[in-house]
């Protein structure tokens, strides 16, 4: 164990993980609370699709997996705090919000129309979780910050193979999030905003945390 946390001292960071389950747990258990409706007219307009259940339960693999794999890249861990400050800070923040502003929807369909083995898995879902604290979207947001660790990384970004599969994963998991009718159109605008602002942040600043240093030209 001592050997593995000198190689893998990044660990670390992951020990997020006791703040943030223990927060969004307590969250959940507040679901019978007074909450804040969220709803755009263009919700009502969105049809439900059973089918889109496989792209949102992939979101399960997809982000570990990136964070599997860049953990793994020990010659430029970097990429791996990244990606971490980006899901961490988001994450965080989605908690802050939840807390101060309870939230949630009243889109879920009372029944299902045809009875299949993909509406048998969001019956499943929504069951597990209840359709409180959601703005900004997580889904959407954790998928964002998946695919431009992806794009970004040195190896993968490379491959238009792996870009393209990402990038189609990444969409069909945001819509996803809208025809499975777990959250609002709201939700996954607030998702992709702040997406967008942290990759901003993460990726084009000059910290020094999160950009590689700057080579010195020769003879200084």
């Known amino acids: 164990m001592k050997a593995f946390f000198h190689k893998y001292n990044h660990s670390l960071v992951l020990l997020y993980a006791f703040i943030y389950m223990p927060w969004f747990i307590w969250l ?7 909450y804040h409706v969220i709803h755009a007219a263009l919700d009502d307009r969105i049809p439900f699709l059973e ?5 949102y339960l992939l979101w399960f693999v997809y982000v570990p997996a990136v964070l599997a794999y860049l953990f793994f890249q020990l010659k430029n861990k970097r990429e791996f705090y990244q990606y971490c400050i980006f899901l961490f800070t988001g994450m965080t ?11 949630g929807h009243l889109l879920r369909p009372a029944s299902f129309e ?16 209840t359709a409180t604290n959601i703005f ?29 599969g990402s990038f189609l994963l990444m969409v069909s998991i945001v819509l996803s999030t809208m025809f499975l009718k777990q959250h609002s ?20 600043t000059e910290f020094s945390f999160v950009r590689s240093r700057r ?6």
């Open 114 to 129: 045809r009875h299949n083995i993909f509406t048998f898995a969001i019956s499943i879902l929504y069951r597990a979780d």
């Open 51 to 55: 089918g889109f259940i496989v792209p």
């Open 136 to 164: 900004p979207s997580l889904h959407v947001y954790n998928s964002i910050a998946a695919h431009i660790a992806v794009v970004n990384n040195q190896k993968l970004g490379k491959n238009i193979w792996i870009r393209g």
């Open 28 to 34: 959940e258990s507040r679901a019978n609370l007074p």
């Open 215 to 220: 080579r010195k030209p020769v003879g200084v």
């Open 93 to 103: 923040l989605f908690l802050i919000v939840s807390t101060i502003y309870p939230n």
């Open 185 to 204: 159109v709201l939700d996954v605008i607030s998702g992709i905003l702040l997406g967008v602002l942290m990759e901003q942040l993460v990726y084009h």
